[in-house]
């Protein structure tokens, strides 16, 4: 089976304790079985702590909760307890991997780093399209064709989607814009309708407070995500999301689309992914806007890095935005298009 990797994959480093944002705060650490076998055996206080902290959470995982805001074992000099006292080779899964994601599609498997990590989230900024040259590529398409004709139909559409994404020669709201239309086509083929052009005429509503109305009924876990959403929803009429914003969030696009786009191999659902990017790119782009007044205090990096962590990297949270696409009209393709379109 192929694996594919952006370019700057296997340069990744975890920076520790130099990190603006560790995954050891305001997440429950997942814990395999495997691993929390070994922890069963571990002596002395270490061993007891692990023992004390080991839980099972409301999807029925095992976990070590997030305790004041961050991992147990994450002590104050932000290292990690079980790596100095068991070794780096007896850390959970989720520890040993993350930021690295695997989606695995059977034919192949694609491997990327998650935007919720400060210092991947760098990597990708410094990063265009070239680096994911793999990624739908001969050997994907080539090993998929022979067995799966919906993944070839897939990757074909997802290339098509990148390419409306990255067209530089309109305004980065026009290119969503376009995605959603192309994607609402998509989206028409798969349920084997006649696809054609989305009316605008009768959309839903002239603003996007709706979309920040939403964001503030998420879950939120840091104080400072919350106060800045907060402070974006009280300006947000007044704010437009800067042109110099696109070119950053082209690449958290880019990302989130290689990341999410081959979900509809399972969901049969193309527009979920590219309804959520133009949520994040209304919140995000208007909260950039509001702090590149004030020579970003929280730079734009850190916005779409916690956007991640708060938004993309939430079951609960992706599940609202999932259902709301599913029965809200005011986020159809058609009355998202319009409020981007309106934007210019
Ligand atoms: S978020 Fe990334 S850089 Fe920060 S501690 Fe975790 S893996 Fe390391």
Redesign the pocket.
Known sequence: MPDIYPSFYHEFR???NR?E????KDWDIDLDSETEAFYRTVQGPLGDKMRAFAVTDEYGERVFPATEGRCPFWNKDMLCDIFIGVGEEHLSKTCAD??RVAVNYDDFCEHILSF?????ARFMLRHSREAYADFGGEQELHTCENSDDFMSFLLKARERTLDLLLDDREPFAIRLADCLEFNAQVQSLLRGEEPSPLCLDNTESSGDSFIFDMHLRFEIMSDAWKSALEETVRHAELLNVRADFACDFEKFALYYVYRYYLEAIHSGDVLYSIQRIVCAYIVTGKMDALFAAKDYPYPRMRILQRYSKEVEHSYDNTEALNAAFDTDKRFTAENLMALLENSI
């Not at 944002?21 to 050891?24: A, E, F």
């Not at 919720?116 to 991947?120: G, V």
């Open positions: 975890c920076i520790a990190c944002d560790s995954c050891c993350f930021p919720a990590c400060p210092e991947a």
